[in-house]
């Protein structure tokens, strides 16, 4: 690239993997793959993509680690050279030559120009000016070498965030945030960067949690991260740094795709570190990858799913409905996956050795607690992707055992409650917190309301005390709020 090159304004270059001229080297891809290809020495300098291509110094420390930048060339080459339509040998020289003419120019470019240094209150103004006078086909040069020079003394990762985060705190238009998310996300790019501002973290399953709990900004973490995690955190949650999200996935990504363990080498822990990371996903939704995401989770985890170790890891569960709930969310989760059939064997097992369906009787509790116990099991079975034919023979027994406590629940109603209001407002109120399961046991409970509502005395105990024409127009919106609400009331009418 010449001097005149920055008098006049180059056609765009179409993104490429394939590094052919120098400016190819600058774009998102390409510093990605530097990423990966210069891991090691990036680590141990503690600098970014960006700062070895804008750094003279950095460059020439490089490339003096002759076999290190020799094999990260020659691991290049090899990956490049099919869809390059070149041999390893010919892609090989030619990155060569991309890379030093790149050394070569950026030398000329910095020596022709020095680096401006950064004022944090101006740096706004600095890039809208520094764009303008630079029209070239790498673009944001003059940017990115000042952001350099301005980053240079730094000595840990924490302190380039620190530098990065006056910037992003003193933004006074979306052109600076834009350049510092490409700057953080290349920091957070590293795992050695990431486990310095978050904290050190000593499972691989802790690390993608606290990746997951970033991910999902601005709700509320449940990591205890260090300070820099905190700071990344509110930053996340306040900016759309959409490339900083997009190098976190990348992190979720390639922890997931590893074959180390997430909860150390004893199966049972690796388990639990699995359902506790399933568990974060889950809930982050969309924002820590959705559907994709799961996908990937749901390859590892039949590899260390077994009836044993599902037991082991949920055996802390006192209550042989809750291991059941557990255990039928994680199948619902596992899609397609083979692991489904060892979670399958793990709640037979548990359904028919504990004789869980008649666990639920008059003495086990609260009535209207022990009935709403029954229907959140039942609702995990429906929601399970368990077979129909499996579901039948797990719900109808639930069904009976409900339709069994149901007259008791009724006759204890109308012991407690005086009036046919009391009795069809405490029914009502069940309803409307989804005590009663859908079907046969809700029509049930439906048709004892009715009767009470029916009762001629019903119209006066339920208006009793409301004297005035307002009160008792409250009382009969709010009667045909819970009548909608409980499903008894479906149309504008009650």
């Not at 990504?253 to 639990?272: C, M, Q, V």
């Not at 557990?326 to 619902?332: C, M, N, T």
Request: charged residues 25%; proline residues 5%.
């Amino acid at each position: 690239m010449t001097a005149d090159a920055d008098k006049e304004a180059a056609p765009a270059r179409p993104a490429t993997a394939i590094c052919r001229e120098p400016a190819d080297l600058y774009t998102p891809r390409s510093k990605r793959a530097i990423a990966r290809l210069a891991r090691e020495f990036l680590d141990h300098v503690k600098a970014t993509p960006s700062e070895l291509l804008h750094s003279v110094p950095l460059q020439r420390q490089y490339m003096d680690m002759g076999t290190t930048y020799q094999a990260a060339a020659q691991k290049a080459a090899m990956t490049q050279a099919q869809a390059a339509n070149q041999n390893v040998q010919q892609r090989l020289r030619e990155l060569y030559a991309c890379v030093d003419g790149a050394v070569r120019e950026t030398a000329e470019r910095l020596k022709a120009k020095p680096p401006a240094p950064i004022d944090p209150d101006t740096f706004n103004d600095f890039i809208i000016a520094a764009r303008k006078a630079e029209m070239t086909e790498t673009r944001d040069f003059t940017i990115y070498a000042s952001l350099t020079l301005y980053l240079a003394d730094t000595k840990t990762w924490g302190e380039k965030f620190d530098r990065l985060l006056v910037l992003a705190d003193s933004a006074s238009g979306p052109e600076v945030l834009v350049i510092v998310d490409q700057l953080i996300a290349e920091v957070v790019d590293s795992k050695i960067a990431l486990r310095e501002l978050i904290g050190e973290i000593d499972t691989l399953g802790k690390h993608l949690e606290a990746i997951v709990d970033l991910l999902g900004a601005p709700n509320p973490p449940k990591t205890e991260f260090a300070e820099g995690g905190f700071t990344l955190h509110r930053l996340l949650g306040s900016h759309p740094l959409t490339e900083t999200r997009g190098s976190l996935m990348r992190q979720l990504r390639r922890g997931l795709e590893s074959k180390n363990p997430l909860g150390g080498k004893n199966p049972a822990a690796d388990l639990h570190a699995h359902l506790r990371l399933l568990d974060k996903i889950g809930r982050a939704g969309d924002a820590a990858g959705g559907e994709n995401t799961m996908a990937l989770f749901s390859e590892r985890l039949p590899k260390i799913l077994s009836a044993d170790t599902l037991s082991m890891v949920l055996r802390s569960m006192q209550k042989a409905e809750d291991r059941l709930v557990k255990a039928l969310d994680i199948h619902r989760r596992l899609g397609n996956s083979p692991g489904r059939q060892q979670v399958r064997q793990y709640i037979y097992n548990v359904f028919e050795f504990e004789r869980v369906a008649q666990q639920f009787t008059p003495d086990a509790g609260p009535l209207p607690e022990t009935i709403k116990r029954v229907t959140t099991l039942h609702h995990a079975f429906v929601t399970s992707g368990l077979a129909e034919q499996h579901i039948l023979k797990y719900i109808e027994p639930l069904e009976q055992a409900q339709a069994a406590l149901l007259p008791l629940l009724f006759q204890a109603i109308e012991k407690d409650a005086e009036t046919a209001a009391a009795r069809a407002m405490s029914l009502l109120d069940l309803c409307t917190d989804n005590t009663f399961m859908t079907g046969a046991n809700l029509k049930t409970a439906h048709q004892q309301i009715r009767r009470y509502m029916s009762d001629e005395s019903f119209a006066t105990s339920f208006l009793a005390g409301a004297d005035d024409k307002q009160t008792q127009t409250r009382r009969l919106v709010e009667l045909h709020q819970k009548l909608l609400a409980s499903g008894l009331a479906r149309t504008g009418t009650a």
